[in-house]
T-cell receptor, first 111, second 115 residues
């Protein structure tokens, strides 16, 4: 199984960009990178996913390196409501898309 | 928006009881999942289902069973609750894509305490 590593915690000033890194050096060619977040006492929330090209949606941008061994989630203008644990996940296919959550990065957005 | 609804946010049961956790999704998704989430252990898959009446074991199925009689509903059953099943239980659903598994959408979880 491909695994991911993320820093345990990060701080970000409100209004600034939050850049959350993730390493997934053993990722396979057909595995996607997904990002979820979990705000305290809520279920995980899907943010974005990608294979090898950079992706952007209304929530965030995802930058995947050319060798696919790492990626960065970018929240362009972080708000206090973005304070959460962010999980970088590699999708595994053999069980209908089982998600393996690591420990994630606890992002604190400060005023 | 996709809505995954879990029947209870908080539940307290006693050791040995049979416990039912219910999950309903409103987006006609084929796949449904039950996870448990514990501090330091992350998210672990208990069971999943890819169609009505179909089920597959996840990583930690022992002590649990599931039922999927209708497409929108996926139930998790603790046959005889034990204290080590105290946890946050999360239900998720998605629609399988063609070579691409669609994002999973989660409910808000049931925090279950077994006394």
């Amino acid at each position: 199984d491909a695994k991911t590593t993320q820093p345990p915690s990060m701080d970000c000033a409100e209004g600034r960009a939050a850049n959350l890194p993730c390493n997934h050096s053993t990722i396979s060619g057909n595995e996607y990178v997904y990002w979820y977040r979990q705000i305290h006492s809520q279920g995980p929330q899907y943010i974005i996913h990608g294979l090898k090209n950079n992706e952007t949606n209304e929530m965030a941008s995802l930058i995947i390196t050319e060798d696919r061994k790492s990626s960065t989630l970018i929240l362009p203008h972080a708000t206090l409501r973005d304070t959460a644990v962010y999980y970088c996940i590699v999708m595994i296919y053999n069980q209908g898309g089982k998600l393996i959550f690591g420990q994630g990065t606890e992002l604190s957005v400060k005023p | 928006d996709v809505k995954v609804t879990q029947s209870s946010r908080y539940l307290v049961k006693r050791t040995g009881e049979k416990v039912f956790l219910e999950c309903v999704q409103d987006m006609d998704h084929e796949n449904m999942f039950w996870y448990r989430q514990d501090p330091g252990l992350g998210l672990r898959l208990i069971y999943f289902s890819y169609d009505v009446k179909m089920k597959e074991k996840g990583d930690i199925p022992e002590g649990y069973s599931v039922s999927r009689e209708k497409k929108e509903r996926f139930s998790l059953i603790l046959e005889s609750a034990s204290t080590n099943q105290t946890s946050m239980y999360l239900c998720a659903s998605n629609r399988p894509g063609q070579g691409l598994n669609q994002p999973q959408h989660f409910g808000d979880g049931t925090r279950l305490s077994i006394l």
